[in-house]
């Protein structure tokens, strides 16, 4: 049961437009969304989150949108560069039964970023 | 940013032996850890919730007996990897989490290659 989906496994931008990777998620106990890009053989990097008390949080060229009723965020990266070419990973993250928190990833996106 | 450290960042070994893998989180204290599992293409997934001072909790499919977990210090967690064999190779990523907020922070990853 795939509580995080990232439906578009590769987006391919020209570089300067918009790239917008979008995720949706099942489980309301999430309330705490990220994104993490990552390249081969490499660990996650943080990039950006956003809380479910808000819709929009922006860092740079970076911007989340989350709109909680349809359950669904997205990342903005705005100009996109060929350096942003790497796989984006949606991740949901919330309390569980015991306490903890648990979080969530989608099966990423690959992003190509032509120059 | 946090810091975690983990190693090897790769290991090449034959069936049937043990490999340790070690996750350190530099400049913070994390009482948990998070071990996950990436096959090629495929998202990150959680085996794993390392507590420290405490047994691991194990996510649904994830062999506790295979995959041991220590959480010895607030600063280190290990995985072993028993008996290992060919169907065991992938990437292994472990996370840690800062205190009072809920941003992971990962590793760089170790390739396992069992032959």
């Known amino acids: 049961d795939q509580q995080v989906k990232q439906n578009s496994p590769s987006l391919s931008v020209q570089e300067g437009r918009i790239s917008i990777l979008n995720c949706d998620y099942t489980n309301s106990m999430f309330d705490y969304f990220l994104w993490y890009k990552k390249y081969p053989a490499e660990g996650p990097t943080f990039l950006i989150s956003i809380s479910s008390i808000k819709d929009k949080n922006e860092d740079g060229r970076f911007t989340v949108f989350l709109n909680k009723s349809a359950k669904h965020l997205s990342l903005h990266i705005v100009p996109s560069q060929p350096g942003d070419s790497a796989v984006y990973f949606c991740a949901a993250s919330g309390r569980v039964d015991t306490g903890g928190f648990k979080t969530i990833f989608g099966a990423g996106t690959r992003l190509f970023v032509k120059a | 940013g946090a810091v975690v450290s983990q190693h090897p960042s790769w290991v090449i070994c034959k069936s049937g032996t043990s490999v340790k893998i070690e996750c350190r989180s530099l400049?913070?204290?994390?009482?948990?850890m998070f071990w996950y599992r990436q096959f090629p293409k495929q998202s990150l997934m959680l085996m794993a919730t390392?507590?420290?001072?405490?047994?691991?909790?194990?996510e649904q499919g994830v062999e506790k007996d295979k995959f041991l977990i220590n959480h010895a210090s607030l600063t280190l967690s290990t995985l072993t990897v028993t008996s290992a064999h060919p169907e065991d190779s992938s990437f292994y990523i472990c996370s840690a989490r800062e205190s009072l907020n809920e941003k992971l922070f990962f590793g760089s990853g170790t390739q396992l290659s069992v032959l």
């Open positions: 400049d913070f204290q994390a009482t948990t």
């Open positions: 390392s507590n420290e001072g405490s047994k691991a909790t194990y």
